[in-house]
């Protein structure tokens, strides 16, 4: 509970922190909601895949997107993970991450970006993206998004660990 009270004041103090930048106002653009699957892992040259149980795991990525100016944007992002275990004494586990990050739009709806990560389990490190938008007329734009998490932790011996995820979601 400590770690979640951590997470909502830093969002807090992110988000208020991002008002201002060099003296200019910035905006809240819009937000999104989407699901996160991700499809391999790989730790220590050993390779592991989404359907496989010791890593399946599938988030629900919301998130606020702040105009900076022209060439970069701010956005704060939450993600709830659920991983249902086979493990019968825990059938589930429910980790959040914090992944506030920069993104800067390419042009023609391509958007490259970069995240810090930290979550409850303890993990933390960065991640890059990729991502492409759909307009669906008014306000409403369908994306899909390549996601390279990079993570340690949370182990004390932990190795670091890549993966790949696919992102799905609709922004407003």
């Not at 795991?57 to 993600?79: A, Y």
């Not at 007329?137 to 340690?152: H, I, L």
Request: net charge positive; charged share 15%; proline share 5%.
């Amino acid at each position: 509970m400590k770690t979640i009270g951590l997470m909502v004041f830093a969002c807090i103090l992110c988000c208020s922190f991002f008002t201002k930048v060099h003296g200019q106002s910035s905006k809240l653009e819009g937000y999104h909601v989407g699901i996160v699957q991700p499809i391999l892992s790989v730790n220590r040259g050993d390779a592991q895949y989404f359907y496989q149980n010791e890593i399946y795991t599938i988030g629900f990525p919301i998130g606020l997107t702040f105009k900076m100016g022209t060439s970069v944007k701010f956005d704060l992002e939450m993600v709830p993970f659920f991983k249902p275990n086979v493990d019968l004494q825990r059938p589930y586990e429910i980790n959040l991450l914090f992944h506030p990050g920069l993104l800067f739009p390419l042009g023609s709806a391509w958007t490259f970006g970069t995240r810090l990560a930290f979550e409850t389990a303890g993990s933390f490190g960065i991640t890059a993206l990729i991502n492409k938008g759909f307009n669906m007329g008014g306000d409403r734009v369908f994306f899909v998004e390549m996601v390279f998490p990079g993570r340690w932790g949370p182990d004390k011996n932990a190795a670091y660990t890549q993966s790949l995820a696919f992102h799905f979601g609709i922004g407003f």
